[in-house]
């Protein structure tokens, strides 16, 4: 079975893809209601409404290179799948939202996956875009901000190994902080 993180991944290409300059990502998890939101929020091209429709539409795609568009079909069907839903707010020339709500007893509900690597790897691959990643459960959060990395590291590249090294381990620091020592 696939894993979140993966889509995490496709999401966050497509706002690569459509130009933008920061890429925001929110994990948010709330026990209670046993929800787990996966945001990816873009300023980017954006979409007019009948692109938005088209897109959901796994037979839609602007690659010229292979003819069907499964990124955004196979994270809605990981959503719907769990009793959830996926949906994109987008506006052409400011960015593109999109959300996807999972009911995390769902038995088809799919494991997050590594999503530091995820978040690690997107930042790194794409050093000229800003990224913030934010997790939270439950009203407590923890957020990474490639902006706020820049200013201190001054003229650090985020992809230097030791930078690179860091961020994972703060991620992943501050992801167990969160969970209580609770992996998933
Ligand atoms: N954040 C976004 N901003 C602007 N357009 C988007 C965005 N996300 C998706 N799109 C549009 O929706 C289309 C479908 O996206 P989807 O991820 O489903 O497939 P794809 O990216 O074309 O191909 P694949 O993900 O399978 O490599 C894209 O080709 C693009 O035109
Ligand atoms: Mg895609």
Redo the contacts with the bound molecule.
Sequence with gaps: MRELSLNIL??A???I??G?SLINIEVAEDTAKKELLIS?S?N????TQE?VS??LD?F????TT?K????????KLAAEQTGGNLR?E?EKGK??T?AALFRTDSIDFTPLGDVTSTIVILISMNTDRDFIYKRSRDGESFALSTAEMREILGGVPLNEPEVVEWMKDYINEQTNILLGGVTQ
């Design positions: 496709d999401i290409q497509n706002s893809a459509a933008a990816v873009d980017g091209c954006g979409m692109q088209n897109v796994p839609f795609t602007t690659r292979r069907v568009g499964m990124g955004i079909p196979l994270f994109i987008s960015g593109t999109t």
